[in-house]
Nanobody, 124 residues
């Protein structure tokens, strides 16, 4: 049974930093593509960053240079380091897994497993 548990969210001021973690069980990060998405109520979910099984990353233009996705396969944990946060990045952040062994980052529909989310609030 695949389980993804996010942590690390919270409240931060504009320009602050947070590190999100996603502890995975029932899935091997070494053979899965993993991603972070975020969603604001009333808006569509958007991909923030993805890392493939062979460590190729894809980061949304809006967060390039500020967010870094990484994984530590030995701990089966995914991370999202976020710097210089903006108020418009207040959202629920979700971890997702694509266990199909595509060896690349696919589309949102490829991610079959999702965590419950962790809230990030950026205040000015």
């Amino acid at each position: 049974q695949v389980q993804l548990v996010e942590s690390g969210g919270g409240s931060v001021q504009v320009g602050g930093s947070l590190t999100l973690s996603c502890a995975a069980s029932g899935v091997a990060l070494s053979t899965s593509s993993m991603a972070w998405f975020r969603q604001v109520p009333g808006k569509e979910r958007e991909e923030v960053a993805c890392i493939s099984s062979n460590m190729v990353t894809r980061v949304a233009d809006s967060v390039k240079g500020r967010f870094t996705i990484s994984k530590y396969s030995a701990k089966n944990t995914l991370y999202l380091l976020m710097h210089n946060l903006k108020p418009e990045e207040t959202a629920m952040y979700y971890c997702a897994a694509d266990v199909s062994m595509r060896y690349r980052c696919g589309s949102e529909s490829d991610f079959g497993y999702w965590g419950q989310g962790t809230q990030v609030t950026v205040s000015s």
